[in-house]
Nanobody, 120 residues
Framework: QVQLVESGGGLVQAGGSLRLSCAAS??????MGWFRQAPGKEREFVAV????????DYADSVKGRFTISRDNARNTVYLQMSSLKPEDTAVYYC???????????????WGQGTQVTVSS
């Protein structure tokens, strides 16, 4: 059984930064990713990282502003978010699966989500 627990969300002003964490336990897969869902919108891909951390992919909307990383000794993946914009406001979810599946948003293993609100 997979357990993913996100933390680090909150309220921040536009231009500010936040770091999200996702602690994994149980069965995990090689890749981990972050997704987000804004009110009234579908869940969308944000970033994915391979097991080694050597390969990453980002949504165009966050490239250059967000950085995904992982610490396998702690079974934790991070999302460092900088230069935040009001349109980044969403519930952010952690997920695990194969790399290719996560890029296509295909997985059954999700965390409960953490709210990020960016005020203008």
């Amino acid at each position: 059984q997979v357990q993913l627990v996100e933390s680090g969300g909150g309220l921040v002003q536009a231009g500010g930064s936040l770091r999200l964490s996702c602690a994994a336990s149980g069965r995990t897969f090689s890749a981990m990713g972050w997704f987000r869902q804004a009110p009234g919108k579908e869940r969308e891909f944000v970033a994915v990282i391979s097991w080694s951390g050597g390969t990453t992919d980002y949504a165009d909307s966050v490239k250059g502003r967000f950085t995904i990383s992982r610490d396998n000794a702690r079974n934790t993946v991070y999302l460092q978010m900088s230069s935040l914009k009001p349109e980044d406001t969403a519930v952010y979810y952690c997920a695990t699966g194969s790399y290719g599946s996560l890029v296509r948003k295909i997985t059954n293993y999700w965390g409960q989500g953490t709210q990020v609100t960016v005020s203008s």
